[in-house]
């Protein structure tokens, strides 16, 4: 079997070198064919990665919080009788009283990078005659930094911020020339206004957190909030990304008195639109794959009618029709890898310019698994679009063709 087997390469081989130039050509084909799959797939996969990281980079992967739907004090007649009216747009924030059970269950799951409870409440700021609304956002800031990267995005200040440090965004202090060092006035319901120093800038990347957010040690918020040993969210951020959806799902599950959301909830739009390139992508691949089946077919077919004569003789003198159809197979697997082979390299090389002279902000990225499935694809591709070529060999009648010359 071993030396059938080697005669069957060999016969696919000299086939291949005595057409040489359809060889090439069926080559660079499929090679033109993979690097449009390589590049693409880099492209994608590079874009949507850059995406991901922009919109939840620095921010939770999931969040828990208390919500619940606040009743609208609005009553009408329905078939005369009285019926109240829930406004499902509202929403009210309860704190988590449990939430330290809770946080120590999360923190035990593998797949969790950080938890974080979050105080948070709304206020003003007040500096001479300017005020401007904010949000007072208590957490600890060494754990906050796995999340939002705190240390490094301090502009102006101490980088290393301490759990006492107090600390604005970017654009709020722009807005009322604040800098580290400063004393602004703190105004929230129900207190009295109190005087507190600055202790740092930090930009997060986001305009609506800069302009916003008065950042401070959890206890000290929850003191100024008057909320107690209780929080308002628990935020996390977790190692698959794309994976948050399912993992925000299982622990609502686990956690059925609040409501777990994923950033997938939250950036609808962004998912649709990710799915929306992946299925483009896909739809472009799988039309080049049929373009490769088609290409090697047809060369192999042309191969088989003009070897007709070879292949009769063959046959005439007791090579068995299953050994000359195995060859063709052979061929198509040939043709697949060396293609393959090439395309990858025109891929990477096309990617690589792709980088230097556009000049885009996010680089290509092409996943193992991506590699992997385009690899597997074409070869069995490239094989199987033998079939065809293979099948006519086998009804090739070699006292007709030695007949016929």
């Known amino acids: ?43 994608i996969d590079g874009l949507q990665a850059d995406l991901i990281q922009k919109t939840v980079g620095r921010s939770p992967h999931i969040v828990i919080s208390n919500a619940e739907y606040a009743a609208a004090d609005a009553v009408t007649d329905m078939n005369g009788s009285q019926v109240l009216l829930m406004d499902a747009t509202q ?30 409440g709304s206020g003003l700021i007040r500096r001479g005659q300017v005020s401007r609304a904010i949000l007072l956002r208590g957490f600890d800031l060494q754990e906050a930094n796995r999340i939002y990267d705190i240390n490094n995005s301090i502009i102006a200040g101490n980088r290393n911020a301490v759990d006492g440090a107090v600390l604005i965004g970017k654009n709020l202090a722009e807005d009322l020339s604040i800098t580290a060092g400063d004393p602004i006035q703190l105004e929230l319901p129900g207190q009295e206004p ?34 107690g040993d209780r929080v308002n969210t628990i935020e996390m951020q977790v190692y698959d990304v794309l994976g948050a959806d399912s993992l925000a799902r299982e622990w609502g599950i686990r956690l059925p008195d609040y409501q777990v959301e994923s950033w997938q909830q939250s950036n609808a739009s962004l998912v649709s639109t990710l799915k929306s390139q992946s299925s483009s992508s896909y739809t472009i691949q799988v039309f080049v794959l049929l373009a490769v089946i088609l290409g090697v077919a047809s060369v192999l077919a042309i191969s088989a009618v003009q070897k007709s004569k070879e292949i009769g003789i063959l046959k005439a003198i007791g090579i ?33 310019a792709f980088v230097v002279f556009a000049k885009q902000e996010y680089t290509l990225l092409l996943k193992p698994v991506t590699t992997a499935v385009i690899v597997t694809a074409t070869i069995v591709a490239a094989t199987l679009s033998a079939y065809l070529p293979a099948r006519k060999v086998s009804q090739i009648n070699p006292i007709e063709v030695i007949r016929n010359g």
């Not at 059970?101 to 999360?106: F, N, Q, R």
């Open 194 to 227: 109190l005087i507190v120093m600055v202790d740092g800038v930090f930009d997060l990347g986001a305009a609506a957190i800069n302009q916003r957010w008065l950042v401070m040690d959890q206890r000290r918020a929850a003191a100024l909030l008057g909320t």
């Open 91 to 120: 929403k009210t924030l309860r704190p988590i009283v449990d939430w330290r059970s809770a946080v120590t269950a999360l923190a035990a799951d593998d797949r969790i990078e950080a938890v974080l409870p979050v105080v948070d």
């Open 1 to 43: 079997m071993k030396r059938g087997m080697l005669f069957e390469m060999e016969l696919a081989r000299r086939f291949l070198a005595e057409s040489r130039g359809q060889t090439l050509l069926i080559i660079v084909g499929i090679g033109i064919g993979v690097a449009v799959m390589v590049f693409l797939s880099a492209l």
């Open 320 to 352: 068995r029709t299953a050994s000359v159809s195995r060859a063709f197979l052979f061929q198509g697997l040939v043709l697949g890898i060396f293609g393959t082979l090439l395309g990858f390299g025109l891929g990477l090389a096309m990617s690589q």
